[in-house]
Structures are given as C-alpha cells and as structure tokens.
C-alpha cells in the first residue's frame, strides 16, 4: 500500500482525499499536530452519521527503547522516557486519522500529539506525563481517532497497542516487559482496550511479537 492509496482505507469509510491532498498529509507533509483514559469515555457514535473527512497521517513510528507510538515527520524524534529521542529502528510506517466529526463505533476520538516529545496519547480525561517537562505540550495537535476492538484484522492492521494509564501513552502490549514509561518504570495497561494501528511498511522490529495483521507469534525481522 502506497500513501495515495489510503484514499478509501478507513476500513470501508469513505474520506475526503481531497482535503487530505490540499493538506499535504497522504504524503506525510505537516504538522502531527493536528493521549489516556478507557474506552468507556469516549462519545457514543451517533446513528447514521457519515463520516466525511477522516485524514489520514502517515510517518507514525514505534519506538524501540520505550515501546510508545510517536510522529518521526516534523524534523525531530522527540524525547523518550528511557533518554535522548525516541528510537524508530525496525518500526514500520504507520499512518493514523483524524476528524472533528463524530467517532465511528469502532474508533475512539481524544488522542492528542505531543509537539514536544513527539508522542501520542490519549487526553479526554487528563493532560498525559511528558519526559523531562511535567505535562505534554499538546498546542497544535488534531483529534486523532484510534481503533480498538475491531476483531478479524486486515493484512495491513496491528493490534494489541495498549494505553498506560500512567503516562496516557500508546504503546505495544506484547513488549511491555522492555517498554519504559514517563511515569517510572514499565507501561500499565491495566483497563485498556486492544486498540489497533494500520501501516503502509511493514515493521520488522527484530523483537518478540505479533507479526502484524494476522496474529502468530514469531521474531520479526
């Protein structure tokens, strides 16, 4: 799958591609800018509402040293909470969606990007814990919308991303025990859902996991 090709693959929701174009952001151009709290805060869907403009973003990365979810397109790799930027080898090119309209059944609004350590996180509830600076920076961000839940997985879809109810990070469930959180210590994905990130590469991390979108144990990479 090419970035031009995500036109259509909101998993049988139609977007505006034409504002996505203008925007720049089917090739990854922009601001991430446009978090974490459990599934049971997000807003209901509304019956019968059409989704119009979910954009797409892609140049999201998995970071290796902390095991969170960051945006590696505005120049910078951020801060991790295990020291210095984030670490995006072996991470494949995953593309997130955001909106302003209300949320598919399937996907839970409120996630924010942090312009300061670069991270996503979920900020419905409460403002997430920054490496080095307190509290994210999230001026700028966009609402991103994240699947959870969504059953039988298509071959560009990985799930088991959890959210740490320490930090409100996004991170992946199955390397918890390597993960590092800004809170201290390991991610705490008590509570969370099993929420799911799409790629357009691939990742081949080099560590133990799910091989993404269907599910079998294996060494990636």
């Given amino acids: 799958m090419t970035a031009e090709s995500l036109n259509g693959a909101v998993r049988n929701s139609s977007i505006n591609r034409r ?8 090739a990854g151009i922009g601001v991430a800018g446009v978090g974490s709290g459990l599934l049971n805060t997000a807003p209901a869907a509304s019956a019968g509402v059409e989704i119009k403009d979910l954009i797409p973003q892609t140049n999201w990365r998995w970071c290796r040293k902390c095991q969170g979810h960051f945006f590696g397109g505005s120049g910078t790799f951020g801060f ?12 494949g090119d995953y593309y997130l969606w955001y909106s302003e309209d209300p949320p598919r059944s399937d996907m839970q609004p409120g996630w924010r990007w942090c312009r300061r350590c670069q991270s996503l996180s979920y900020a419905a509830v409460v403002t997430g814990l920054c490496p080095g600076f307190g509290r994210h920076d999230l001026g700028g961000s966009g609402n991103y919308h994240v699947f959870h839940d969504v059953g039988v997985l298509n071959p560009n879809e990985q799930d088991q991303w959890n959210w740490c109810r320490k930090c ?10 390597r993960s590092w959180c800004a809170g201290g210590n390991r991610h705490d994905g008590t509570g969370s859902g099993n929420y799911m990130v799409q790629y357009l590469s691939s990742p081949k991390s080099g560590v133990e996991g799910r091989q993404p979108g269907r599910g079998s144990s294996l060494i990636l990479g």
Avoid: E, K, V
């Fill in 19 to 26: 504002q996505a174009l203008r925007t720049g952001l089917l």
């Fill in 80 to 91: 991790c909470p295990f020291g210095n930027a984030h670490d995006s080898t072996g991470s």
């Fill in 168 to 177: 409100q990070g996004l991170f992946y469930g199955p390397n918890q025990s």
